[in-house]
T-cell receptor
Framework: EAQVTQNPRYLITVTGKKLTVTCSQN?????MSWYRQDPGLGLRQIYY???????DKGDVPEGYKVSRKEKRNFPLILESPSPNQTSLYFC????????????FGNGTRLTVT | SQKIEQNSEALNIQEGKTATLTCNYT??????LQWYRQDPGRGPVFLLL?????KEKRKERLKVTFDTTLKQSLFHITASQPADSATYLC????????????FGAGTQVVVTP
């Protein structure tokens, strides 16, 4: 089944404790992206990757890191999480053309205390 | 920067009626505009894409229009059903280089029997 898999689904952590949210897709997509979703603000893009070893900042990249060493994986790294990074995070992928629809994972709900 | 506006108030509609949602944007006119459906706690699911040179696109009970003069897209759900209850998001690329896809905050639709 074609899908984008994020792990974990739920994560509670404390301020400053490094964490990684994994994202994997099995559709051979070139493009992958991370979004965060907050009430009233909608989906905001954090980082995106057009292909392996090619990443770029979205609208809210501060406090996050990404890497794209393999085509299928695009982990999101929070080196020193803070409470304002409490949010619902989504990974998405597509074939990388402007007319390609995005396929989203089921989200990771992160709480930073 | 681009601003995308969707009705923030929930749209309550009776089963069988047509629901109409709006997506307005400012400044840069996108080459493509996409619509997604999001259920609570789940990732958005792609519904329709319309190109700037297309006035209208249909898929089953869904219809999307795109007016680049008004900088507006309308999303219609005809013969609405309770299963159509969800939040609907519009999204568009905001730069000449594909990669930065920006989403509206979404409009919640509630279809009552």
């Amino acid at each position: 089944e074609a899908q984008v898999t994020q792990n974990p689904r739920y994560l509670i952590t404390v301020t400053g404790k490094k964490l990684t949210v994994t994202c994997s897709q099995n559709m051979n997509h070139e493009y992958m992206s991370w979004y965060r979703q907050d009430p009233g603000l909608g989906l905001r893009q954090i980082y995106y990757s057009m292909n392996v070893e090619v990443t770029d900042k979205g609208d809210v990249p501060e406090g996050y890191k990404v890497s794209r060493k393999e085509k299928r994986n695009f982990p999101l790294i929070l080196e020193s999480p803070s409470p304002n990074q409490t949010s619902l995070y989504f990974c998405a992928s597509s074939f990388g053309r402007a007319d390609s629809p995005l396929h989203f994972g089921n989200g990771t709900r992160l709480t930073v205390t | 920067s681009q601003k995308i506006e969707q009705n923030s108030e929930a749209l309550n509609i009776q089963e069988g009626k047509t629901a109409t949602l709006t997506c307005n944007y400012t400044n840069y006119s996108p080459a493509y505009l996409q619509w997604y459906r999001q259920d609570p706690g789940r990732g958005p699911v792609f519904l329709l894409l319309i190109r700037e040179n297309e006035k209208e696109k249909r898929k089953e009970r869904l219809k999307v229009t795109f007016d680049t003069t008004l900088k507006q897209s309308l999303f219609h759900i005809t013969a609405s059903q309770p299963a159509d209850s969800a939040t609907y998001l519009c999204a568009l690329d905001i730069t000449d280089s594909w990669g930065k896809l920006q989403f509206g905050a979404g409009t919640q639709v509630v279809v009552t029997p």
